[in-house]
């Protein structure tokens, strides 16, 4: 059997493998394997055609691994704005209680409310930055 359909195979096998399982790096490694089979296909040595595949493969896997770090969401649903439309709107804090809630009026309804760690606690316009349930986790507008 030449070189190049034993690449093919392993290609298939991966690309196989991915659908059975939905993990995309095994795509990206038979990515490289096609690359292997294409440089058996050009006559170059086994030696080449091993790096040819692993040098793509490689390449593929870290291209995608960066595309998805960059493209998926860096917070958690509860503070990620495309999950929770709340995120961002602005509600008016009159008072602080002493365990260092508050109520706020939002959407017609009363809500609980803490600031987010480390924020101070004042009067005054504040950003909703994330959703825990009922309660609202606020941070102070800057004016």
């Not at 959407?107 to 609202?136: K, M, T």
């Amino acid at each position: 059997m030449a070189d190049s359909t034993l690449w093919w195979l392993a290609t298939g096998t991966l690309v196989i493998a991915e659908l059975l399982t939905g993990t995309f790096y095994l795509l990206m490694l038979s990515i490289g394997m096609a690359a292997g089979a294409l440089a058996a296909h050009a006559g170059l040595s086994m030696a080449v055609q091993l790096v040819a595949a692993a040098v793509v493969a490689s390449g593929a896997v870290l291209a995608w691994h960066l595309l998805r770090q960059r493209l998926s969401p860096t917070s958690q649903a509860s503070a990620n704005p495309d999950v929770n439309l709340d995120i961002g709107e602005v509600v008016q804090v009159d008072a602080w209680l002493p365990d260092g809630s508050t109520r706020v009026k939002y959407r017609g309804a009363q809500w609980a409310a803490v600031p987010r760690a480390g924020a101070p606690a004042g009067p005054g316009a504040y950003r909703i930055v994330e959703v825990h349930g009922s309660q609202l986790i606020i941070e102070k507008t800057e004016n």
